[in-house]
């Protein structure tokens, strides 16, 4: 049915749970895997305007959350590797997680996203959004969702 799997990954422990069961899903299918993490750029606030920020220290920002976003990623190749899942890595920088998601699904040409939700409702859910909600409301790609 599906051919190519998008596994996001935001190095949660729910995250790590839909990792095995999307790999899972791949094996069983005979798909192969993108693992996907949407690295957030340094956020503004720390160096924009009016605020004085050693560049050092915006770049050592940088490095780590590329290093964190790489991490997360080799979570999924991992997992892959074990299960002799075919196996893609993808880290883009994103404002706005959700979109780096489903972009990443049309540009590797995915056939479905596979992604963990938190379950945050009510207050909690509000306050923090839900990434997972960003998906299925703007993905034009089937979504499964992993809880």
């Given at each position: 049915?599906?051919?190519?799997?998008?596994?996001?990954?935001?190095?949660?422990?729910?995250?790590?749970?839909?990792?095995?069961?999307?790999?899972?899903?791949?094996?069983?299918?005979?798909a192969?895997?993108?693992?996907?993490?949407?690295?957030?750029p340094v956020?503004?606030?720390?160096?924009?305007?009016?605020?004085?920020?050693?560049?050092?220290?915006?770049?050592?920002?940088?490095?780590?959350?590329h290093?964190?976003?790489?991490?997360?990623v080799?979570?999924?190749?991992?997992?892959a590797?074990?299960?002799?899942?075919?196996?893609?890595?993808l880290?883009?920088?994103?404002?706005?997680?959700?979109?780096?998601?489903?972009?990443?699904?049309?540009?590797?040409?995915?056939?479905?996203?596979?992604?963990?939700?938190?379950?945050?409702?009510?207050?909690?859910?509000?306050?923090?959004?839900?990434?997972?909600?960003?998906?299925?409301?703007?993905?034009?790609?089937?979504?499964?969702?992993?809880?």
């Amino acid at each position: 049915m599906f051919k190519h799997i998008l596994i996001p990954t935001d190095g949660s422990r729910v995250a790590a749970k839909a990792i095995k069961a999307g790999v899972a899903v791949a094996k069983e299918m005979g798909a192969r895997v993108t693992g996907y993490c949407a690295q957030e750029p340094v956020p503004a606030h720390i160096y924009g305007e009016g605020y004085m920020a050693d560049r050092e220290i915006v770049a050592e920002f940088e490095r780590r959350a590329h290093a964190h976003a790489q991490r997360c990623v080799e979570e999924v190749a991992a997992a892959a590797k074990a299960q002799g899942v075919r196996f893609e890595p993808l880290v883009t920088k994103s404002n706005l997680p959700y979109r780096g998601i489903i972009e990443a699904a049309q540009q590797r040409k995915c056939d479905v996203i596979f992604i963990a939700s938190h379950g945050y409702r009510g207050l909690t859910g509000l306050l923090l959004g839900s990434v997972t909600q960003e998906v299925l409301a703007h993905s034009k790609i089937p979504v499964l969702v992993f809880r």
